[in-house]
Nanobody, 114 residues
Framework: QVQLVESGGGLVQPGGSLRLSCAVSGSIFSIADKAWYRQAPGKQRELVAI???????SYADSVKGRFTISRDIGKWTLDLQMNSLKPEDTAVYYC????????WGQGTQVTVSS
């Protein structure tokens, strides 16, 4: 059984930084593509960043140059470093594992506000 638990969300001022982390239990971590999504109020869930099994990354245009996705295969963790945060980054952020179907965490709230 695969379980994902996010942490690291919170309230931050515009221009600030946060680091999200996702702890994954289950043996598929190293053989699955991994991603972060977010969902703002009244909007659809959108892909923020993805990292494949070879370590290749891809980002939404809105976060390029500001966010960095990374994974630690030994620790089975997936991180999202978010810098230069903007109010429009406010959303619930979800960790995602793609292996046969999508596995999701419970989400962590990120609020960017002064």
């Amino acid at each position: 059984q695969v379980q994902l638990v996010e942490s690291g969300g919170g309230l931050v001022q515009p221009g600030g930084s946060l680091r999200l982390s996702c702890a994954v239990s289950g043996s598929i971590f190293s053989i699955a593509d991994k991603a972060w999504y977010r969902q703002a109020p009244g909007k659809q869930r959108e892909l923020v960043a993805i990292i494949n099994t070879a370590g290749r990354t891809s980002y939404a245009d809105s976060v390029k140059g500001r966010f960095t996705i990374s994974r630690d295969i030994g620790k089975w963790t997936l991180d999202l470093q978010m810098n230069s945060l903007k109010p429009e980054d406010t959303a619930v952020y979800y960790c995602n594992i793609k292996f046969g179907h999508d596995y999701w965490g419970q989400g962590t709230q990120v609020t960017v506000s002064s």
